[in-house]
């Protein structure tokens, strides 16, 4: 039998999900993934279950039964030299096909593959590669079928593997570790493949030979990486803190109150892992912060959708994107998923052909059935455009409503932008510039210290009170330009939402 790993809980699951989809005698079955050594592994661990053999095809050395040795080679190297005997005279057992879908775009190769298909009760077809497409005929009776993620055990199991190698290859090095730290780091390769896991614990080892909370940086790297060739979601900066955020008191109790929970669940806490919330509010006034924060605070990595990235010209690509996006977010958990100004994205109506409305249902699907560790956070400026289906008592643990600053709250925000401007705070009126600033958001604010900055240095002179003022003075915060729009705003989340300060 090969060598996985680890044959824990998600391992039993996944192989048992594979023999379901081969008692079911589906025509073939798609595993559309980077790691194709972990899926051949699991195909073969099937293979001596069910007491059948197994094959693997490459377009490379054609077609012959594993493990390698047990049986001479069969040849059929070209894909319809390949299908034929699929469709004809193949023996019964698992055949693992690596490299034949960019073939099944001619006609041929596609009706081969039908008629091998029609054979199911004789064997199993298993397609792997990455970013399968299939014609829409085949694509109609393929059984989809994802890994598992990189469990707990695997990712330990791959840790001692290579602590072993490097003291059999380097005596004089003796790994060490931190035990938070070795825990840290297997909970933050979740969401990595295993041969991706194995380089970065190497680099981490390599590099020093201990174990560390510095090392995570590798860890969020690596991650970044695989994100980036996903396109939709991105992976942000994590480095502004709660402490760093002027006012939104209720918020932050509210969060502080549950980092334990999501940290470690009901296994250390007896409690449930809180699932998420929606901060409603106005523009400028730190909800993207706060986002940004909360991931800061419970050391956990933080994923953006882009709505502009995830939206497709053509039928049903759309929600694909959201499904895959919704896939990697649940093998990176523990993480936070940010869905900025979700109403761009979800808003209601079907001027757009119904496509938001099937997004809806998907995300909606997704936040009812979801397992995984996973925090969303979403925000939004305009209430009316947000579906009610979304924003209703039990999809989200708490609605919060982020307010234009009160004045005590805004002499912090100049105290905190100034100071990170190299300015002295103590050096300015705060209350001064506090009152002065009545409407301005935080965002507003910040905007009103650069402009002033770039004032000053032009004049060659330092920054006063008088200069920001000034800067002030010139401009027409949001809370004057829309403000009918923002009253309503106030008025609707008042009975409706909790204030986040």
């Known amino acids: 039998m090969p060598r996985l790993l680890s044959v824990d809980g998600i391992i039993m699951d996944a192989i048992h999900e594979l023999e379901l989809l081969a008692e079911a005698r589906f025509p073939f079955i798609v595993i559309d993934t980077h790691e194709e050594t972990r899926a051949i592994a ?10 059948t053999r197994c094959y693997r095809w490459k377009v490379s050395e054609g077609l012959i039964a594993t493990p390698a040795g047990s049986a001479p080679p069969l040849g059929l190297a070209k894909p319809v030299e390949l299908l034929r005997h699929l469709s004809g005279t193949a023996e019964p057992g ?14 041929v190769h596609a009706r081969l593959l039908k008629d091998a298909a029609a054979h199911g009760e004789r064997r199993m077809l298993a397609l792997i590669g990455h970013g399968i497409k299939l014609p829409a005929d085949l694509e109609k009776i393929a059984a989809p079928y994802r890994l598992p993620p990189l469990s707990r055990d695997e990712a330990l199991a791959i840790l001692k593997e290579e602590v072993a190698h490097l003291r059999n290859t380097q005596p004089d090095r003796e790994p060490m570790g931190e035990p938070e730290a070795v825990e840290g780091l297997i909970q933050h390769l979740a969401g990595l493949g295993v041969d991706d896991a194995r380089r970065v614990i190497r680099q981490v080892l390599l590099d020093d ?16 990486a695989l994100l980036g060739r996903e396109g939709v979601l991105s992976l942000e900066d994590t480095s502004i803190r709660l ?40 523009q400028g006034c730190g909800k993207s912060m706060a986002a940004k924060a909360v991931a800061a605070a419970w050391g956990a990595p933080l994923l953006r959708i882009d709505f502009g990235a995830l939206y497709n010209k053509y039928l049903g690509e759309t929600e694909r994107n959201l499904r895959e996006s919704l896939h990697v977010a649940d093998a990176m958990a523990p993480c936070i998923l940010w869905l900025d100004e979700i109403e761009k994205g979800l808003a209601t109506g079907d001027a ?30 305009d209430i009316e455009r947000l579906p009610p289906e979304l924003v209703r008592k039990g999809r989200m643990d708490e609605i919060f409503f982020v307010d234009l600053p009160r004045a005590d709250i805004r002499g912090e925000i100049f105290r905190i932008h100034l100071l990170r401007r190299g300015q002295d705070p103590a050096a300015f009126d705060l209350e001064a510039l506090a009152g002065a600033a009545e409407g301005f958001s935080g965002a507003e604010i910040e905007h009103a ?46 009975d409706r939402t909790v204030p986040a300060d």
């Open 42 to 51: 699991l195909l073969e661990v099937l293979a001596g279950k069910r007491g």
């Open 94 to 107: 698992i055949y693992i096909l690596l490299d034949l879908h960019p073939y099944l775009d001619d006609p």
């Open 209 to 224: 030979g201990s174990l560390t909370e510095a090392d995570f940086k590798r860890v969020y790297q690596a991650k970044r």
């Open 243 to 282: 402490e760093d955020l002027a006012g939104l008191e209720n918020l932050k109790r509210w969060l502080l109150a549950r980092r334990e929970a999501f940290r470690g669940g009901a296994q250390t806490t007896g409690l449930e892992a809180p699932k998420g919330i929606l901060l409603l509010g106005v």
């Open 352 to 381: 757009d052909g119904g496509e938001s409305r099937r997004l809806l249902g998907t995300l909606l699907t997704w936040m009812a059935e979801r397992k995984s560790q996973v925090f969303l956070i979403s925000t939004s400026n």
């Open 449 to 494: 210290v650069i402009s002033a900055l770039y004032t000053v240095k032009q004049e060659a002179r330092p920054l006063d009170a008088g200069q920001v003022m000034a800067e002030m003075s010139r401009t027409r915060p949001l809370s004057v330009v829309m403000a009918e729009k923002i009253a309503y705003l106030r008025l609707w989340a008042r």
